[in-house]
């Protein structure tokens, strides 16, 4: 009953934690409104006008609609803010964190749980992507909840985990491009699966198995595809929606197998070397992992490799399986990709780091308590405990405030994050919704950027902060936009404001 109490506390603290780094000042932080963020908020607009929620969002190089649909929802709520749009990334953070900790429990014990759902609370990685309005946080939410009932399926024969596992699975195809390459981790998984049971079950246990599993796959199935349905329909229909975004792809390069191992020793380095150069992703050219989580990640990554690898079950065990193919297939998007190292395309593999880094934690803290055995063999074993415990308290009490500072301090507050989100952008809206409605407004788009409805996608911001998507919203508040070409050629009232918007 203690140590029930005892989990309960720690996963309560776990969440707090979760919930103070998502939502502490979230309307603050990061600052502007990137256009990417603004196009899923102008989306999710004309939603709330039409009611017409859709699979996919065709504009921007297309977008898989379900978190654009959840935005909605909450700009009904909350109305049109930065912050309303983030805050759906918010939540599903620290669902993640949730999740994780569920899954490293399924997988081991509750402690290991803990330890991986606390570093992926405070990771900067995951943090900062749970404050911005991007799709691909759904990614790493997705892949817990989805295996953490698919394994339950398979250790329990139980349809109804089964049937969930479906539902996660199927919404994965709602969710980010990344996730394509997801289903191949649960192929990988099944196979080493089956050839365990083969060999620990007698012949009528593993038949009696085997007709158990079967059916729960099949349910599986079917949940996935009647879930996924509408999205694989529209992809049928509309091929070009599946193939968006390829141009990026290091297959279209002329020295494919050159761009391709630069990929790969890029995406391997960037956890403790040099990660993402781009602002919006990570502090530029920073490892991913704070130098304390990379050290644990590295230690527990090998251990676990070194295990897996001597067979200390008599076979590859599925948890090992499963983490190791986990692992690399999700890091599959960031090999392909010409702009590697890219947290964005790779954040499916950063649960299952955090359960490497845990790994590696709780290896250096039963290091510790046997070290003190060692050199004082009079201690007690609860002298050893409380020393492992409390330099356990210090070090992650540590590892919040490193967190904290790289995100609140080092991040937040740097210019060029200030320009990587568009700041004037935002402030120019403002200035928009100060003017008097009866002021004809122009605003001039200089950019050569993707075309919106003909404009280019910087002034998505503008539009969503002004509430001008639509030509019959710019009407009624005298808020119209241009192109260049267009404001040269005069394609204006004289007796106007015009202002200026560079990307």
Known sequence: MRSNKKEICIFVALVVIAIFFRFYQLDSWPPGLY??????????SAVLETGSFKVFYPENNGREGLFINLQAISVNMFGIHPWSLRAVSAVIGILTVIGLYFLTKELFNWRLGAFSGFLLSISFWLVNFSRIGFRAIMLPFILVFGFYFFLRGLKKASFLDFGIAGIFW??????????????????VVLIIYWLSIKKDFSLTKYKQTRKQILKGLTLFVAVVVVVALPILLNFLQNPEHFLNRTYLSVFGQKNLMKEFGLSVVKTLGMFNFSGDYNWRHNISGWPMLSLPIGILFFLGFFRELTH????????????????FSWFFIMLLPGFLSIEAPHALRTIGVLPVVMIFAA????????????????????ANIRESRNLAKYALIIFLMSL????????FNVWSKNEETRNAFNQKHVELASELNALPGNIRKYVVVNSSSVLVNGIPMPSQTVMFLTDTFTP?????????YLTEEQYKKGDYHRNSTVFLLEK
Do not use: C
Not at 174 to 181: C, E, L
Not at 359 to 378: T, V
């Open 170 to 187: 199927g919404l994965g195809a709602h969710t980010y491009i990344s996730y394509r390459v997801a289903p191949i981790i649960l192929i």
């Open 308 to 323: 897996w690898l001597k067979r200390k079950h008599g076979h590859f065990s599925t948890t090992h399986t499963l983490l």
């Open 35 to 44: 256009p990417d963020e603004a196009m899923n908020g102008n989306n999710a």
């Open 472 to 480: 019959a919203k710019q009407s009624a508040k005298n808020i119209f």
């Open 359 to 378: 790994q590696g934690l709780f290896w250096i803290i039963m290091k510790l308590y046997k070290w003190h055995a060692f050199i004082d063999p009079h």
């Open 400 to 407: 919040v405030f490193l967190e904290y500072h790289r995100y």
